[in-house]
Nanobody, 128 residues
Framework: QVQLEESGGGLVQAGGSLRLSCAASGGNFSRYMMGWFRQAPGKEREFVAAISWRGGDTWYADSVKGRFIISRDNAENTVYLQMNSLKPEDTAVYYC?????????????????????WGQGTQVTVSS
């Protein structure tokens, strides 16, 4: 079983930056597809970004494209989400997700149903 633990959330002013980290344990991290999702109060969980197991493929939601960067360090079993130019609408609980699928299509990478493992989430609040 894979365990995922997010960190790095917090309160930031609009226009600021945060870097989220997700540390994985209990599995072969370097072979996992990894994703970030978020859920705002009263809304469904939505896709933010995903990265293939070698890091060669990345996908982003249109709402964060150009502002967020997903990356991974397989030696450290960690995936990151660098969030720049934050907006109040980015306020949400951010979740890290993993799956052992060898390869995702873009549609699969963006779907919550494609991931078998989830972290507990970290709160990001952006004030205006």
């Amino acid at each position: 079983q894979v365990q995922l633990e997010e960190s790095g959330g917090g309160l930031v002013q609009a226009g600021g930056s945060l870097r989220l980290s997700c540390a994985a344990s209990g599995g072969n991290f370097s072979r996992y597809m990894m994703g970030w999702f978020r859920q705002a109060p009263g809304k469904e969980r939505e896709f933010v970004a995903a990265i293939s197991w070698r890091g060669g493929d990345t996908w982003y939601a249109d709402s964060v494209k150009g502002r967020f960067i997903i990356s991974r360090d397989n030696a450290e079993n960690t995936v990151y989400l660098q969030m720049n130019s934050l907006k109040p609408e980015d306020t949400a609980v951010y979740y890290c997700a993993a799956d052992s699928a060898w390869k995702f299509t873009p549609v699969q990478a963006m779907s919550t149903h494609s991931y078998n493992y989830w972290g507990q989430g970290t709160q990001v609040t952006v004030s205006s």
